[in-house]
């Protein structure tokens, strides 16, 4: 019974509420995980099918429901969609994955086509320099093959401004 417990707590922790996540004015593709609560797993296939398609690159936004950070960087977003919107709609596809801070990094697993790998591993076969923890929110923007184009910045400290946000989306460093 106290398995039973546990398993549903760690269930009910990673299921996002409504108010989490990227402002619906962005028509981000919401991925949700599967396999709880062993493991988290965001498929990002159709994301990288649709981006291929449109000819755009991939936002990919992983944030925990229950993270202050990450509500304020979605009230940010909100806050700034008129200046911010066109520059994601030309060329961005945009994911928003949804977890929470009871997921650990090593339950956190991105699947790319064929290939399922844990967090570490998919930031390891991208190239991403940053530290291996998982600090939310976490942004990672890719080519339409799932390679990234910048490193990014995670935590706390994500786009304070509008001229940082399109920098960022511009690819500039």
């Not at 599967?34 to 990919?60: C, M």
């Not at 936004?61 to 200046?83: G, I, M, N, V, W």
């Not at 991208?126 to 600090?135: F, N, P």
Request: charged share 25%; net charge neutral; glycine share 6%.
């Amino acid at each position: 019974m106290k398995a039973l417990l546990v398993a549903l707590s760690v269930v009910l922790a990673a299921m996002p509420v409504a108010a989490a996540g990227l402002p619906g004015v962005y028509g981000a593709m919401v991925v949700q995980p599967v396999g709880l609560p062993e493991r988290a797993e965001f498929d990002l296939t159709p994301a990288i099918e649709r981006a291929r398609r449109e000819h755009k690159r991939l936002y990919v936004y992983l944030a925990a429901h229950d993270c202050r950070f990450c509500r304020r960087y979605e009230a940010f977003l909100e806050q700034h969609a008129d200046e911010l919107l066109p520059h994601f709609r030309r060329d961005y596809v945009i994911a928003d994955l949804r977890s929470s801070l009871a997921l650990l990094g090593r339950q956190v697993y991105i699947r790319l086509g064929a290939t399922s790998r844990s967090y570490t591993d998919f930031q390891t076969s991208i190239g991403d320099e940053r530290a291996r923890l998982l600090v939310y929110p976490n942004i990672w923007i890719l080519d339409a093959e799932g390679r990234p184009l910048m490193q990014m910045p995670t935590g706390a400290g994500t786009f304070e401004t509008v001229p940082e946000q399109i920098e960022v989306l511009q690819l500039l460093q």
